[in-house]
């Protein structure tokens, strides 16, 4: 089970970091990451740590600007969301899967098996 917290109301540039506490099932043998999703859009990969080697990936539209990080020892994962623009206005969730995903399908929700309750999080201009 997994549950996001830190979303809230920020303005433009501002910093959030969002976390994700897992139960059941420890983030260190699973690939982990983070979606997002605005009403009446498809959902949106933004970060994933890969389980097999722990290289991080990201959205081209957040390098530079978010870090995915993890705390095996708390069982959690981060993202550290710097610069933050209107366009980053959405549903964050995290997630996780049992598979090592190639870089082509590290984004395609299908490759992860837990998906947890999404935080909002709004940029103003």
């Given at each position: 089970?997994?549950?996001?917290?830190?979303?809230?109301?920020?303005?433009?540039?501002?910093?959030?970091?969002?976390?994700?506490?897992?139960?059941?099932?420890?983030?260190?043998?699973?690939t982990v990451g983070w979606f997002r999703q605005?009403?009446?859009?498809?959902?949106?990969?933004?970060?994933?740590?890969?389980?097999?080697?722990?290289?991080?990936?990201?959205?081209?539209?957040?390098?530079?600007?978010?870090?995915?990080?993890?705390?095996?020892?708390?069982?959690?994962?981060?993202?550290?969301?710097?610069?933050?623009?209107?366009?980053?206005?959405?549903?964050?969730?995290?997630v996780a899967g049992t598979g090592s995903p190639?870089?082509?399908?590290?984004?395609?929700?299908?490759?992860?098996n837990y998906w947890g309750q999404g935080t909002?999080?709004?940029?103003?201009?």
């Amino acid at each position: 089970q997994l549950q996001a917290f830190g979303g809230g109301l920020v303005q433009t540039g501002d910093s959030l970091r969002l976390s994700c506490a897992a139960s059941g099932r420890t983030f260190g043998t699973l690939t982990v990451g983070w979606f997002r999703q605005v009403v009446g859009k498809e959902r949106e990969f933004v970060a994933a740590i890969r389980r097999s080697d722990s290289r991080p990936f990201y959205v081209d539209s957040v390098k530079g600007r978010f870090t995915i990080s993890r705390d095996i020892a708390k069982n959690t994962v981060y993202l550290q969301m710097n610069s933050l623009k209107p366009g980053d206005t959405a549903v964050y969730s995290c997630v996780a899967g049992t598979g090592s995903p190639v870089l082509s399908a590290i984004g395609l929700p299908s490759m992860y098996n837990y998906w947890g309750q999404g935080t909002q999080v709004t940029v103003s201009s």
